[in-house]
Every structure is written in structure tokens, then in C-alpha cells.
């Protein structure tokens, strides 16, 4: 479904709301979620309605989670690390997060 316009390195794993998710260095946590059926990257502050990445250029605000405890980062420019934790965002940062 995604193609690579930079060369895609090692093998590496990161976890989303506890979940072992594989990747590789040089992609973005949002294209590995994607990729790997993850129905909802946050939950909206008033309805709670699930959102997912639409513009996958850190214009929409669509693909904010949590990365290492912090809240509200755009999951489409940040690049994945060996063991990263990422979490679901409810509500605005700092709320809560998912599982």
C-alpha cells in the first residue's frame, strides 16, 4: 500500500498501547500503524470519535498519540526507534492514554 522514497534501514520493533508492532528505521510511526490495521490514533476531546492520519504531512493534526509519555506528537513526521512506546491519545494531552 506504501512505497519508500528513502532507503529503509534495520529491522526494529515498536509497540503501540502495549501491541509489538515490526517497522524499520526510516519510517514514520504513522506509516507503521497503518500498516499494521491500528483502527484509531486518538480519540477527539468533545465526542471521543476516532481519528486516523489524513494528510501524512503534519498539516491535519489527524495522527496525534503518544510517544514516550508525551502527549500530542504527530505520528506522520516522527521517525520510529527500536522499543519505542507509542499510546493512543484520548482527548487532548496530558487526559490519558489508550489501553
Known amino acids: 500500500m506504501f512505497a519508500s522514497v528513502v532507503p529503509i534501514g534495520h529491522p526494529v520493533t515498536i509497540h503501540f498501547d502495549g501491541r509489538p508492532i515490526p517497522a524499520r528505521e526510516g519510517e514514520t510511526v504513522a506509516a507503521c500503524l497503518m500498516r499494521a490495521g491500528v483502527p ?9 470519535g476516532p481519528r486516523l492520519p489524513y494528510c501524512m ?3 491535519c493534526f489527524d495522527c496525534l498519540v503518544e510517544i514516550e509519555g508525551q502527549g500530542s506528537q504527530q505520528a506522520c513526521l516522527v521517525g520510529v526507534a527500536e522499543g519505542m512506546r507509542i499510546r493512543l491519545q484520548n482527548g487532548a ?3 490519558g492514554g489508550g489501553a
Open 57 to 59: 504531512i503534519g498539516h
Open 40 to 48: 484509531a490514533f486518538r480519540r477527539t476531546p468533545v465526542s471521543g
Open 93 to 95: 494531552a496530558g487526559v
